[in-house]
């Protein structure tokens, strides 16, 4: 028997995770409510957790931290997106990301934002569509070069509805 957390898929099994994303006070350091709870596969749990923020009910919303009860119910505790974390680069993320659109989408894509101060350009860098755990891969990094160049990570944003991952980059002083 298959519990609750997973499905079969040909002659594998993907396990899924129960993620709740929850709004946390920083001035009351407490919890003030759900804001979603939604069931991913291992691969997407890992994404999610390793963005510095994600969009959700058209609102941006930094992570604050993450917890696992059992290693089953996962959460991510969030607070809105004011951009103070990511000065001088916060207003440009969120209007950015707010004015993406998406369609429907079997897989995650990622979009590259380049520092052109006073604010992010998009890069002629394009990507396909990328496996989750791949796209995952890539967060871990502080560096790329793409193209030759040598890119710093500043920001990254998961927009898991219209299944992007935006990463805000600036070209390195090395």
Known sequence: MIDDRSVQEGKGIIIY???????????????????????VSGDELFLRKLVDAT????????????ESEE??????????FTGERAEPYGASIT????????????????????WREPAFRSMEHREG?????????RLLDH????????YEFIYSVLDP???????FVK???L
Request: aromatic share 12%.
């Open 95 to 114: 209007d950015l990301v707010q004015a993406s659109e998406g369609g429907y989408a079997s897989s995650f894509s990622v979009l590259y934002w380049v």
């Open 17 to 39: 995770y129960s993620i709740t994303y929850r709004e946390w006070s920083e001035d009351s350091q407490k919890e003030l409510r759900s804001l979603t709870q939604e069931s």
């Open 171 to 173: 070209e390195a002083d």
């Open 129 to 137: 569509s990328l496996f989750t755990l791949e796209l995952a891969q």
């Open 143 to 150: 560096y790329t070069v793409l193209g030759g160049q040598t």
């Open 55 to 66: 969009r959700l009910h058209d609102k941006l919303w930094a992570h604050i931290s993450n």
């Open 71 to 80: 290693h089953t119910e996962h959460s991510v505790y969030v607070t809105e």
């Open 161 to 167: 509805q219209a299944k992007k991952v935006h990463l």
